[in-house]
């Protein structure tokens, strides 16, 4: 009886010395465990570990800086069509355009969008094209304004206070019908596995890649299940968490200038996608 009750009492410490180890090991390390969204549902509900290169992604979405993202996202997932021509369904809210202040575009996210595409937050400016920036957001539209211009008198096509006028007296409504969709499509991407695509040279500062990450879990209600890919030509930034940090030849202020289709379509190839995304 004495002997099995010594027997007992060793094992019993042998099992909580070890218990006590490896939960300070666990401690120490700060060790949170996430397995790929798509292999668990239980995980998946709660949306609370990152994206991985292991998660199926459901949604691509560009977040400029300008229309080359979403020139290469058409070219990877239709790579037989126009990159100009995005499929029907496909549009976002942030295709086409050009990201001029990304504080801005961070604050509209924090809030939802509310702010973004107000009719009395525009101006126009007339570089080689007719631009419509949103100065809330720090967003220019580079092609928006061309579908109303040839309606304009000639001699009033240089007046940038008078083709916003005519913008927004005959066109704007039409246009934030638009908007408003693809807006809601932008912030229910909350409930998918996402990955947001930004390419840009030279590359945001760090501080503000944070910060835009952060913005974009506020806006998924803290839907941690996306992932942020920076596309620069140079990689200065090391992988971090949910973000992704590659590079490419061909990013720059000039859109497809030397395009390095190659490099892009290999970045793409690292991540795994639903075979409904492109559908």
Excluded at 91 to 96: E, V
Excluded at 201 to 224: D, Q
Aim: proline fraction near 4%; aromatic fraction near 12%; hydrophobic fraction near 35%.
């Amino acid at each position: 009886m004495l002997t099995d009750l010594k027997i007992f009492l060793v094992f019993f410490l042998i099992t909580t010395a070890l218990f006590a180890s490896d939960s300070k090991e666990d401690e120490s390390q700060g060790v949170t465990q996430c397995f790929p969204l798509s292999l668990s549902p239980s995980i998946a509900e709660t949306q609370d570990c990152y994206g991985t290169l292991d998660t199926v992604y459901e949604r691509v979405i560009g977040l400029g800086k300008n229309c080359l993202t979403k020139a290469q996202i058409n070219l990877f997932f239709n790579p037989q069509g126009d990159h100009f021509s995005t499929k029907p369904g496909q549009a976002d809210l942030l295709d086409w355009v050009s990201i001029e202040d990304y504080s801005l575009l961070i604050e509209s996210l924090e809030k939802g969008f509310d702010n973004f595409f107000q009719k009395e937050s525009f101006k126009v400016t007339i570089p080689s094209h007719f631009h419509l920036t949103d100065t809330n957001c720090g967003v220019r539209w580079v092609h928006l304004l061309s579908n109303y211009i040839q309606s304009v008198p000639e001699n009033s096509k240089n007046d940038p206070n008078f083709l916003l006028q005519t913008f927004q007296e005959k066109a704007y409504d039409q246009e934030k019908s638009k908007i408003d969709y693809l807006k809601k499509k932008f912030i229910n991407a909350k409930n998918k596995n996402t990955i947001y695509i930004l390419s840009k040279e030279p590359a945001l500062p760090w501080e503000t890649v944070l910060k835009l990450r952060n913005a974009l879990t506020i806006l998924r209600e803290g839907n941690k299940n996306f992932m942020m890919l920076l596309v620069s030509q140079q990689k200065i930034y090391d992988d971090f968490e949910n973000i992704i940090v590659r590079h490419t030849s061909n990013v720059n202020e000039t859109y497809l200038v030397e395009p390095d289709q190659a490099a892009w379509s290999s970045i793409f190839k690292e991540f795994k996608f639903s075979p409904t995304l492109w559908q």
